[in-house]
């Protein structure tokens, strides 16, 4: 359980980074709460197997998209279906955002014929 109000920056708080993270063991989900400091980006880069949702808690940015530019301000709630490229582009006062998306399994070492075990489906 986290309390968000405890997260968001007060004044000018130089926090940057993931400043929470969903660490249970077990979950099916992965969850972080993120700051990126005023005029800071996260590069442009696309996102080949996961959808995530990310919901603006303070502040405000830009999603930049290929052929668009929509602007993100609190309680804004967008889906990023996976394939898509985009960047963030924070504002002025920063931005604080939580991003949601299917927990990537872990990587497992396996011998080589474990792999032709498999069924056609990957399973």
Excluded: F
């Excluded at 442009?44 to 919901?55: F, G, K, Q, R």
């Excluded at 991003?99 to 396996?110: A, F, K, L």
Aim: glycine share 10%; charged share 25%.
């Amino acid at each position: 359980m986290c309390d968000l109000a405890d997260l968001l920056p007060s004044g000018d708080d130089p926090s940057a980074g993931a400043l929470w993270r969903l660490a249970e063991p077990g979950r099916q989900l992965d969850a972080n709460v993120v700051r990126i400091p005023p005029a800071g980006r996260v590069d442009t880069h696309t996102e080949p197997d996961l959808d995530v949702l990310l919901l603006v808690l303070d502040g405000g940015a830009a999603l930049v998209l290929p052929d668009d530019r929509r602007p993100l301000r609190p309680g804004a709630l967008t889906w990023l279906p996976s394939g898509s490229t985009r960047a963030v582009l924070a504002g002025p006062d920063g931005v604080t955002y939580l991003t949601v998306h299917r927990r990537r399994p872990g990587m497992r070492i396996q011998p080589p014929e474990a792999a032709e075990r498999l069924r056609p489906d990957g399973t």
